[in-house]
């Protein structure tokens, strides 16, 4: 997709070594669904972040991750390396200071500390709209009743943010992500359901 893309600044042999990064750290620091088909194919992929843990929070998940994603990308593009470390990486983190902020909570840091998220969520395309993605949704749901909110952050599918609404989530608010250098910026949807 268009988010992906800019992700990896078009570079699409990036995309897997992305992927896999993002499998990995889930792997170590978050819980990871996966879909399988009749023949044993992954064909979808939730990434859930349980309350006390973070995306990229520690230096087990980075190395494990996306020490070689990351690497890669120096080498292939600097700037949109330090895109990553200057634009994406902190927008992601600013999220919960922007949506989730208290007077007693002015960063927003209990809500993520405190509440399960959902940072990667996928189906393969041509299995779309057949109920996959409902399913990982309910499985990863269904483990995490017991906290006050869940919070998804998605990038730029008004499809799907529609989809999360019939699920019960609620837009919160909506986060613009500025390109890498010569890329397309987007916009990130911020969702919340109680259980």
Known sequence: DAVARAMIGGRERLRAI???AIVRATVVGGQLWIALDE???VVGTASWYPPGSDFLGDDAQ????????FGELQKTDADLY?????????KYKDIS???FSTPDDPDGQNFQKDNWSLVSFSVTPELQRRGIGSMLLKVGEEKVRTHTMWLISLQDQKMQVAMYERLGYRLVGISHVDGASGQPGYDQHILVKRP
Do not use: C, I, S
């Open 18 to 20: 992305m992927h896999r």
């Open 39 to 41: 023949l044993d194919r």
């Open 62 to 69: 980075f190395n494990e991750g996306f020490a070689q994603f």
């Open 82 to 90: 330090q895109w990553w470390f200057t634009v994406l990486l902190p």
């Open 97 to 99: 200071k922007t949506y």
